[in-house]
């Protein structure tokens, strides 16, 4: 098993940064991909960002490019999320996940363990 945390969220204004942590623990093994989603309400969840443990192969949703990056702390088992140029359109619930696959994913179904997520809010 492996447990994910998030940590970072918060209000901001827009055209602020956040930078988003996810902490995982268990058993992480090495061969796997991390991916960040983000949920608005009344909206499904989508894909925001994901990268391979090993590789380090990155890819992007259309939204954040250029916005958002994803980086990894192998020795502390984190991801992170830097987002900046916010907008309040990035309001949302943002969960990271781990698919326990190499190869980056960008749906929902692709990720075997998710955090409990961290809300984000973006003022006008």
């Known amino acids: 098993q492996v447990q994910l945390v998030e940590s970072g969220g918060g209000l901001v204004q827009a055209g602020g940064s956040l930078r988003l942590s996810c902490a995982a623990s268990g058993r992480t093994g090495s061969s796997y991909a991390m991916g960040w989603f983000r949920q608005a309400p009344g909206k499904e969840r989508e894909f925001v960002a994901s990268k391979s443990w090993t590789g380090g192969s990155t890819f992007y949703a259309d939204s954040v490019k250029g916005r958002f990056t994803i980086s990894r702390d192998n020795a502390k088992n984190t991801v992170y999320l830097q987002m900046n140029s916010l907008k309040p359109e990035d309001t949302a619930v943002y969960y990271c996940?781990?698919?326990?696959?190499?190869?980056?994913?960008?749906?929902?179904?692709?990720?075997?363990?998710w955090g409990q997520g961290t809300q984000v809010t973006v003022s006008s």
């Open positions: 996940a781990r698919r326990n696959n190499i190869v980056i994913g960008t749906t929902p179904s692709e990720y075997d363990y």
